[in-house]
């Protein structure tokens, strides 16, 4: 079946550090990847996304790009800063199918 | 356009009673799948409805059901409730299974079972 792997955290940075979260799944044929954000007492907001093998998603300063031969989808972002505070989730999608969700990596930046 | 509406934000329960809870799509979208959030479990899917079936199923007892009307308005009901309940409920909508690969989520339903 379709799973999704990615690094729990959490995370803990120090304003205007890089940040690289790792993401790696397991999926027949070609899945759609995803980003999505959970900042505190909120739902998932979508951060980005990759539909096709080498695309990059991009997005408030994150990307990520879809590497199939890695089975990666690897989030980063070059100068965190304080309010990028939240969990991150990895997904996958594929057609006709439900999204299945990785565990969330909680990310806290420091001032 | 709006965007996916839970009901209620925030409630209270006691053991052994019921809880309904209600999701509004974003308009035009046709599917609505339903995730319980925990501390120590993560996000767990419960269940999707579109065109008003049950398409999936997450595994979960089944005090939890849930069901979608003609409108893709959808609601979900847990009955004889736990203390192990106490979650966030997310909705989370979508154009179709087979129409779009993107999944827009409602700020969710905080329940309490005390």
């Known amino acids: ?111 | 356009k709006a965007g996916v509406t839970q009901t209620p934000r925030y409630l209270i329960k006691t053991r052994g009673q019921q809880v309904t809870l209600s999701c509004s799509p974003i308009s035009g979208h046709r599917s609505v799948s339903w995730y319980q959030q925990t501390p120590g479990q993560g996000l767990q899917f419960l269940f999707e409805y579109f065109s008003e079936t049950q398409r999936n199923k997450g595994n979960f007892p089944g005090r939890f059901s849930g069901r979608q009307f003609s409108n893709s308005r959808s609601e979900m009901n847990v009955s004889t409730l736990e203390l192990g309940d106490s979650a966030l409920y997310l909705c989370a909508s979508s154009l179709g299974p087979y129409e779009g690969n993107t999944i827009y989520f409602g700020e969710g339903s905080w329940l309490t079972v005390v």
């Open chain 1, 1 to 111: 079946g379709n799973s999704v792997t990615q690094m729990e955290g959490p995370v803990t940075l120090s304003e205007e550090a890089f940040l690289t979260i790792n993401c790696t799944y397991t999926a027949t044929g070609y899945p759609s990847l995803f980003w999505y954000v959970q900042y505190p007492g909120e739902g998932l907001q979508l951060l980005l996304k990759a539909t096709k093998a080498d695309d990059k998603g991009s997005n408030k300063g994150f990307e990520a790009t879809y590497r199939k031969e890695t089975t990666s989808f690897h989030l980063e972002k070059g100068s965190v800063q304080v309010s990028d505070s939240a969990v991150y989730f990895c997904a996958l999608y594929n057609y006709g199918q439900n999204f299945v969700f990785g565990p969330g990596t909680r990310l806290s930046v420091l001032p």
